[in-house]
């Protein structure tokens, strides 16, 4: 009777330690995936939170110049168009953004530069039409060539 009784604890914390150890793997996988997902969002995220806090500062700086009596007429015209051309930079960032993720996409960034425009969109990939779509979207708003549009997916 001992002998049966110690088969069956035995046996019993084989079976506890089996399924410890399956517990184990899916919820690692869950966790992984987790902060794969907070990653992303949290990359979106800080990159809007950095160039708001960077076109704020920029407003700041160009406020100063033209509310300052020391600035030059010059200078406060120069603060003006510098101004206005920062906001309607946000403005088209704003837009496009919004137009990409009507056609689907779950988030996206854009920076314009001079020449160039940037887009990262959250995706492990992007298929041909969808890099198409994409590309129709910016070239249409910011009137520029296909050749200054970079598209980057983001996972």
């Known amino acids: 009777m001992k002998k049966r009784t110690k088969i069956i604890i035995l046996s019993f914390m084989i079976v506890l330690l089996g399924a410890t150890g399956y517990l184990n793997i899916v919820l690692n996988n869950s966790v992984k995936q987790t902060n794969t997902e907070v990653a992303t969002a949290s990359?979106?995220?800080?990159?809007?939170?950095?160039?708001?806090?960077?076109?704020?500062?920029?407003?700041?700086?160009y406020d100063a110049i033209i509310d300052s009596p020391s600035s030059s007429e010059a200078a406060?015209?120069?603060?003006?168009?510098a101004k206005m051309e920062l906001v309607s930079l946000m403005e088209k960032e704003l837009?496009?953004?919004?137009?990409?993720?009507?056609?689907?996409?779950?988030?996206?960034?854009?920076?314009?530069?001079?020449?160039?425009?940037?887009?990262?969109?959250?995706?492990?990939?992007?298929t041909e039409n969808e890099v198409a779509q994409i590309s129709t979207i910016v070239k249409e708003q910011l009137d520029t060539q296909l050749k200054n549009i970079v598209i980057i997916p983001a996972e």
Do not use: M, P
């Open 43 to 61: 990359y979106f995220t800080s990159y809007r939170n950095d160039r708001e806090s960077t076109r704020d500062q920029e407003i700041l700086y």
């Open 76 to 81: 406060i015209v120069a603060a003006e168009q």
């Open 95 to 126: 837009a496009v953004e919004g137009l990409i993720k009507a056609q689907g996409f779950e988030d996206c960034v854009i920076a314009i530069s001079n020449e160039k425009v940037n887009v990262v969109v959250k995706g492990s990939s992007l």
